[in-house]
């Protein structure tokens, strides 16, 4: 999708790798804090608008993912383009993460009796660890119930969730991604896979929501049919969820985001 968008565009593109990946030096990405990630992304977007062939006027900032939140900190006051994003939202860290819990407990078919009850303990466990900044291992010392839960949620490893620290998903917690939304003053796109159960179809609704009340008919939603987080086609959630049966169907999202960047005047139709 992306080696698509940057031959087919016709702009100049310039793609920041997290420290330690790709081709970017410095410390692992796995010991990196979300606050230290984001002054790099920043420090990145300073070189670029610095660039005498870039025209700083028609900068058009593009985050997925994890970066989908960044954006709009990178932009918020900026006087940027644009700003397109695919697979996240504007709710805070906590209840991504509890939704997104719920969804592969859910989809992991869980039995019903027990689901209510688990869904609460991830609750209970991630509003200590998220919002009041706890460790697991002193939430497991404090009450050892409840730490059992940590070894029962995705991605968790240690002291690592999804293979980034815990302060990164702590300091994610304390980010205003709503608020940063609301002070984005360029054309926004949303981009969202139906079947992407990473993020929900409200989170990135509420994206919009946030722009266009602030400036009406300034911010886009485009859900893709279909769709997982990593543009790959399924035939329904369970499927998307076990990752059975799909392909890669980059064109939609690609064909999107063109139109897009000829709508507000970034290239030529």
Known sequence: MLRRLITESGVLWQ???KSGVGDSQGPECSGLDYETELAQHRAALRQLLSRPDVDPKR???YGASMGSNMAPLLAAG???????VWGGGAMTWYERTLRFERNALELGDMDPARLASEVSARAAFLARYLIHGE???TIAASDPELGKVWSRMVGTSGETQYGRPLAFHQQAQRQNWTGAWARVHAPVLVLYGELDWFETRDSAALIVDVVNRARP??????VVPGLD???VRYANRRDAYRETGGTVAADPVVE???AWLARIGVRRP
Not at 78 to 84: F, I, L, P, R, T
Not at 217 to 222: S, V
């Open 15 to 17: 793609r920041v790798d």
């Open 135 to 137: 460790s697991p291992t």
């Open 59 to 61: 900068v058009v900032i």
């Open 217 to 222: 008919g300034a911010a886009t939603l485009i």
């Open 229 to 231: 987080h990593h543009f």
């Open 78 to 84: 900026q006087d940027v383009a644009g700003v397109a």
């Open 256 to 258: 999107a985001m063109l």
